[in-house]
């Protein structure tokens, strides 16, 4: 690789571009603000050469507040020299409010904190759920971070540890919600604080929260342990509403768009009314997003839990899948439920997990089956789609074959060296 | 490539027998053009051709292993009813083709008192099931297979001769060992091993070493210097899953034990791309006795799965489309069969088993 | 294991339950036929052993007829003493007319030969689809094959060979069928009879013929190439049969059983008649099948060729999947245009296979990609569900980025020695 | 666990905020009792609770980075219009929650002038563009991820602020590297690698040598002696993937070449177990050029991606279950994107990928 000498940038002319155009402009806003944060223009420089190289000029380092193992994710840049403002330039996790609800009281202070140890730029939110605060050095990171903890808000994950939480916006303002996804982010997030701050676990774990199978938390490939709302029991539905609907949208869409998309088919049409299957419904919303007027999830509520979801590295992407089908989440005893299971299963992956292994990774590696047994879980049908396939079983049990007043042992083989040669035919 | 050849023999490769010759007139005028066919009852079909030309075709159930008298019988009734034709087919059933429909009578009559064969198999019904050598033959089996289908087809006729009994077809196979030469099915029957091979110290040396250890799926055999310097072998049981792929290269890897093997049902599996498309059998249950001559507690075991596929089941939907419907947490509760750790899948591909949505019945 | 003595069976106890019952009786057949063959009798006193046993009497073997690599399945009793007539009881494998159908007069000619030379006994059929001739000793053996080949009847298939064929019934008697089943197999196993007789593959290759998608060969998991009957085009519509069947069996009927059961949802009901969207039916024949005398396959017809069918030894079951979409096969040079195919992949499986490795494993282990290029097909998104998941991709090919005036070289990375230990975070 | 804590430092282990206060006051009142909603027009949803509350949620496009100012003057608009309460989406929208029909013209007014934010985002759109750190931050990307975030919401703006355009909602994400931190979506753009990874000579060192070894998924990495006597590493090239597991582990490990690094895309995930259930994204096309700023390869791809898609998809079908539906060999036809073999899985689990049918489309 040929070196090249590197001058600091007054000009951005390609970040520039990014400055036309309906969609709202980083570049022009980080631009205007850079006249009261120089580092802010240094950064839109650096990011200048970026874009001109097609080439990363930040370097990982390690940097952690007092009392904590993670949160900040400290960055130096290759270009000091060239932009000595941005020469540390890391980022501080912040955990939002349950749902990113904000009065705006609690997000301007925020803001004043920020501004006033920092470069001032803020991302709502990073992909995991975290608050991002950019820009801190060495040591406007720990003021910045005392200041914040002061004010009562907390540092997010990062390492070997728990993550922050996310989940959708659930009760608050969704009637499809089948469980308070606020309430349980926040017991989760208390109830194992000190996991989320000291990195102790073989690997990352994140927890995602849906109120219901529509999944919007993008839980299911983008947490090790998704929890989904759902329902026992009928659905609820208003037959008038059905018949309106029927005569609004005419039999044809409801074919098309109802009946033939239920993954389970197991809806009936029935002149103007339908007919639900209630046992071989597997809540997948569907009918209940096109029909919302007229259906609605049934009145027993909860979750599933699911397991092992993540992005590719090592083992290929990992999709969560079913742990407990249902567990109702209302009660203190219920979430004391829910708690238990975590803690067995990270104890069972603390005390046999590799380093940098995740759950899901953890479970390929040495079996569903032998995961249950470590968790002190029992083996559910609902885990799979279908039982094996494949014959070779390694039972650890001998017998079941014996009858009664059978001989006790194999008959003799024969005793005849085989004369002639075996071979497959 | 050249053959060898000598004197006075027979002339070699002479290929498929051309099944022109052997076909029914009526197939052989209307090869092609059929127009379209009529279920009359169990075991009758009408076949249109669209020349008009009508086609009545009787199909009976057959044991499949027969003495040449029972098939010198069989060709009797050809030539009296299906104009000196007739055809077996790909699950070992006999088909007779008639030209005439008056003949229908007579030959079924004729089929049941002469043959003693049942008239059915078409349609919704449980057809014949597939099988194979079992001890009668094979030099591998764990169990007989004809001896299991005797037992199952009698108690299963009523499903043989009835055509829509059943919410769709049903193909059973029954295996003598884990190859399962019967193949895949809605329905099968197969042993399962419970530990891994002993060596049979007598046979030692008939096989090849190399070949030996390189069947082995999981690399579990190796070579082994004997007490009296000869190379042996040695199984390591940790990796062993009990496959038996290395007792079909040399027998001497006994891996069948009389005394612990078991019988498995194994389900939904499916050949046809209909609606679907096909799909591996799965494990329903383990550790069912192989009990000779009639293994009751398999027939036990089919009776439930079926009486539970008729009372649940739609109409057109095969076992394991079935069971995929209604979920296989419903089809073990249905059942009463319990759900295992072994049922879970343990393969590399396991995860591709597991349920990765929130689809759950509760 | 203790040894037992064993002592001849003049009782057959246990066999004699399999002669009561409705099923036709193969021990009543057999116990009836011993007294024309006395090795008959014999085989029933060892499996009457084997069934009290447990266990198998029977060792292989390996007899082969003069020119003939395969076809007989040899045997020996471990039982010899006791039952001297079935001490060698060979099975012939014989090839029977495609469809396995006959006329009276040849089977009667195989009962003839067979009866004079052996115990008589047959098998229709194997689950290959021989016919199975048991009963020979290692004389009888070649001269009941001598005999058989002399009236034109020839060896089936074993070992590393090819497999003996088979096909559906097809358009002999099937109005589904889209090609000649007969026609093809019986082309195939003369084109190929060598390769049939004298085992030169790597393993053992199976064609299985079914003239539709309802696969009545069982070819999909019991072939390495299965050849499946479908259509190009549009299906072949009957409107005033649809109507009729809509009359017939009312509305929800067709919903139920035929619209929801189309794995594509590409069937609407436009009143009495229905609308097939062509583009997605994936002839899967559902519908034709419910409705058959309103739909048939569509008129320009031929087959899906498929690869690498077998069961689960080594690497666990496989189904066959698509290799080429769609093949006319009505002419000579449709035939030869398959025979090409079969050439090159059995060149290329047979220069790079390992011993007793199916085309399936060896798909499998080399890679479908890889395998395209041996065979010198172009990879058609036909041939799988999905294309890849996983972003871990090795590419050959280097460039593709460069981009005009850009640098030639990537920028150099920064000289300082990294001062901080570096952390996944 | 006990937290160490010095003098004068700030309270520790907070926890997570409630969000009680955070939250809008009609979405306390009537928190977990509403009734149903309504779609009034893009970026504009009716929330009506049992008790007849009413609550008018506006949802406006946020470039996610943002200066203190711009957060501000969010603040502002909310504090006018929005009961001093406002919220972000999964997908980094503004959501303002009204509870005054009055107020939503001319909060959507001052949005638009005031923060330069897009109205939209609802329904069957093409919402936010998940991304991630890019060059701004992180120190392994082979590209920047805002940047193209905004071309591409820059030529799709039509999508964000209609939502009946398109056949259902639409999900996007766009990565700086092969890790992914944008996670699944409809369609995803993410860097690929094509040589394995340099040893920058300078670094070698640095990490922990056990880890990086430990950390390659197909054991490609081993350890060597260096000229100097120094353990260093090695990279068995046959065996590396390209997949820069290492790189993240070891800075060293120069995974990224601006010269040689492409773009592919993904398409088809989906987390939402609505109707089929979720699924992985798959590769569409890869080998375009990493062209900032405003990549406009990538933007072609998409333009015919979602063309096709437009065009040809039903109603509620998300992109990857249109593709199911009419089969990838019409979806490389239509979008007229190459199909190579490097689309062919080879991972250990390809089986399952292959078309184990005979379903085709012809
Ligand atoms: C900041 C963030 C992207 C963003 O701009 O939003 C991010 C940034 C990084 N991710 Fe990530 N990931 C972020 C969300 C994700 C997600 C999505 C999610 O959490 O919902 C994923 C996919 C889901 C998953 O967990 O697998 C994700 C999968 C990864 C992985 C791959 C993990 C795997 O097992 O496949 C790595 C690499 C690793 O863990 O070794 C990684 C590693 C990283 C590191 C720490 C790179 C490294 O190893 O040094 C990045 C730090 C960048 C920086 O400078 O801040 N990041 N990362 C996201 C966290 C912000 C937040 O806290 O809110
Ligand atoms: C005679 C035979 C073909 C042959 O060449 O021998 C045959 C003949 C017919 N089959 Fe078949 N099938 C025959 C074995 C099969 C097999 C293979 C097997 O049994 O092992 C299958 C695939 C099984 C699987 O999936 O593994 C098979 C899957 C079908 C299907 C698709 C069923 C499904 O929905 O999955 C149909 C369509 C239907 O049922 O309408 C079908 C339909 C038919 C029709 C209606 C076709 C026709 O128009 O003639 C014929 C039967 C009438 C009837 O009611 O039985 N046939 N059929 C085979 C009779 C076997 C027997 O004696 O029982
Ligand atoms: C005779 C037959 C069973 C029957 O009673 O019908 C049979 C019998 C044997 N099979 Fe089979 N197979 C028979 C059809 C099958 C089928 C079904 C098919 O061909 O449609 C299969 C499953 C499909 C497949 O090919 O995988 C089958 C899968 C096997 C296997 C497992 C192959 C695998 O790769 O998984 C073996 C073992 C092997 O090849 O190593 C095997 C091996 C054997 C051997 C040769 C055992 C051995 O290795 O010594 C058996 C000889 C028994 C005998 O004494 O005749 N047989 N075998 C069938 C052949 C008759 C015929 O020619 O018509
Ligand atoms: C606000 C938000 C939740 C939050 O807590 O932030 C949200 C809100 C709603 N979602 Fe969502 N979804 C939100 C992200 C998601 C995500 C995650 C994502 O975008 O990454 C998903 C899963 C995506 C996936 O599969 O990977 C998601 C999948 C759905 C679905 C299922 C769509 C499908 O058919 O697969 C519905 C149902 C529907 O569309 O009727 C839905 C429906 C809804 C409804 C109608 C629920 C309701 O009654 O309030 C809400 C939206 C109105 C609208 O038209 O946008 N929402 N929704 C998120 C808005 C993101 C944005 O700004 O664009
Ligand atoms: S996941 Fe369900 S409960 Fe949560 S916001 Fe989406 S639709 Fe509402
Ligand atoms: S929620 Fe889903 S599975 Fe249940 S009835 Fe509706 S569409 Fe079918
Ligand atoms: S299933 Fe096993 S024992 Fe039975 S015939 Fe096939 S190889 Fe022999
Ligand atoms: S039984 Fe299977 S796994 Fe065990 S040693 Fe034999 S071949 Fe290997
Ligand atoms: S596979 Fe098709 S063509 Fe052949 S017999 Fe069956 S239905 Fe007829
Ligand atoms: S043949 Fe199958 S895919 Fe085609 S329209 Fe009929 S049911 Fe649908
Ligand atoms: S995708 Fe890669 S480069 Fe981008 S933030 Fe995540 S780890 Fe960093
Ligand atoms: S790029 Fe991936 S496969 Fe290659 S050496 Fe690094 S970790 Fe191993």
Redesign the pocket.
């Known amino acids: 690789m040929s070196e090249k000498e590197i001058k600091a940038k007054t000009e951005t002319p390609m970040l520039d571009e990014l400055k036309t155009g309906p969609w709202p402009s980083f570049v022009a806003d980080l631009e205007r603000y850079s006249e009261k944060k120089p580092a802010v223009g240094q950064l839109l420089g650096q990011l200048e050469q970026s874009y001109e190289d097609r080439w990363n000029y930040w370097q990982g380092t390690v940097l952690n507040v007092d009392g904590y193992g993670g949160g900040v994710i400290a960055r130096y840049s290759e270009l000091g020299e060239q932009y000595p403002d941005i020469a540390q330039f890391h980022t501080i996790r912040v955990i939002p409010p349950p749902g990113w609800v904000y009065s705006t009281e609690k997000l301007r202070e925020l803001c004043d904190i920020w501004e006033k140890h920092s470069a001032g730029i803020m991302q709502l939110h990073g992909m995991t759920g975290d608050i991002l605060l950019l820009g801190t050095d060495n040591k406007t990171t720990f003021e910045a971070a005392e200041e914040l903890m002061e004010k009562g808000w907390d540092l997010g994950g990062s390492g070997p540890a728990l993550r922050t939480l996310a989940c959708c916006v659930g009760e608050a303002r969704c009637e499809a919600a089948c469980f308070d996804t606020m309430a349980l982010t926040k017991h989760l997030t208390d109830n194992y604080i000190s996991e989320l701050h000291r990195p102790e676990l073989p690997y990352k774990y994140k927890f995602k929260l849906s109120g219901c199978a529509n999944d919007c938390a993008a839980s299911m490939q983008r947490s090790d342990m998704p929890v989904i709302g759902t329902w026992r029991g009928a659905m609820q539905i208003n037959q008038d509403e059905v018949g309106k609907f029927i005569d609004d949208k005419g039999i044809e869409f409801v074919i098309d768009n109802v009946l033939t998309r239920c993954p389970t088919n197991c809806i009936s049409l029935k002149g103007k009314t339908i007919d639900v299957d209630n046992d071989n419904c597997v809540r997948c919303m569907h009918c209940i997003n096109v029909m919302h007027r007229a259906l609605k999830p049934g009145k027993d509520r909860g979750a599933t839990i699911l397991i092992g979801g993540k992005r590719t590295l090592k083992i290929g992407d990992t999709m969560s899948s079913v742990l407990v089908p249902f567990m109702p989440l209302k009660t203190e005893e219920d979430f004391t439920k829910l708690t238990d299971l975590i803690d067995s299963i990270w104890e069972f992956w603390g005390d046999n997990g590799l380093e940098h292994e995740r759950i899901g990774e953890f479970i390929a590696r040495v079996g569903l089956g032998t995961f249950l047994e470590g968790i002190g879980l029992e083996p559910d049908p609902q885990m799979i789609n279908q039982p094996r396939t494949s014959p070779y079983i390694k039972f650890e049990e001998l017998t079941g074959s014996k009858i009664d007043g059978e001989p006790e042992h194999n008959p003799a083989v024969s005793n005849e060296e085989g004369e002639m040669a075996e071979k497959?035919? | 490539m050249s053959v060898k050849t000598k004197k006075k023999m027979a002339p070699r490769d002479n290929g498929a027998p051309d099944h022109r010759p052997n076909l029914h007139p009526l197939m052989l005028k209307n090869y092609g053009k059929w127009d379209y066919h009529e279920k009359l009852r169990p075991g009758l079909l009408l076949y249109v051709a669209e020349s008009g030309d009508k086609l009545w075709t009787v199909r009976a159930g057959s044991p499949r292993t027969m003495s040449i008298d029972t098939v010198r019988k069989i060709c009797d009734l050809a030539d009296k009813y299906a104009q000196g034709h007739l055809r077996f087919t790909s699950r070992a059933n006999v088909e007779f083709s008639l030209a005439n429909e008056d003949d229908i009578e007579p030959l079924m009559e004729e089929i049941r008192s002469v043959l003693g064969f049942p008239i059915g198999g078409t349609g919704h019904s449980l057809s014949n099931v597939l099988h194979?050598?079992g001890w009668m033959?094979?030099?591998?089996p764990g169990t007989d297979a004809a001896g299991s289908v005797k037992s199952i087809m009698d108690q299963f006729i009523n499903e043989f001769v009835t055509d829509d009994k059943l919410p769709a077809r049903v193909k059973i196979s029954a295996s003598c060992c884990q190859?399962?030469?019967g193949?895949q099915a809605d329905i099968a029957i197969n042993v399962q091993h419970h530990h891994p091979p002993v060596i049979k110290p007598q046979g030692v040396g008939i096989c090849e070493l190399p070949k030996v250890v390189a069947i082995c799926p999981v690399a579990a055999i190796r070579p082994r210097q004997g007490d009296d310097g000869k190379t042996t072998m040695e199984v390591v049981d940790e990796k062993c899953m009990y496959c038996g792929a290395c007792h079909?290269q040399c027998p001497t890897m006994e891996i069948r034990d009389a005394n612990t093997d078991t019988l498995s049902i194994w389900i939904g599996g499916k050949n046809s791309s209909t609606r679907k498309g096909p799909s591996f059998m799965k494990l329903a249950m383990w550790g069912l006795p192989n009990n000779p001559p009639r293994w009751p507690e398999v027939g036990e075991a089919l009776q439930t799965i079926l009486d539970c596929y008729k009372s649940s089941a739609k109409q057109y939907e095969r076992m394991g489309e079935w069971i995929d419907r209604i979920g296989w947490k419903r089809f073990f509760e249905m059942t009463g069969f319990p759900f295992t750790k072994y049922h879970i899948d343990d393969s590399v591909s396991a995860r591709s088993t597991f349920n990765t949505s929130t689809h759950v019945r509760i």
Chains 1, 3 share one sequence.
Do not use: D, S
Request: with cysteine; hydrophobic share 30%.
């Open positions: 497959a035919i | 194979t050598q033959h094979c030099n591998l190859i399962n030469c193949g079909g």
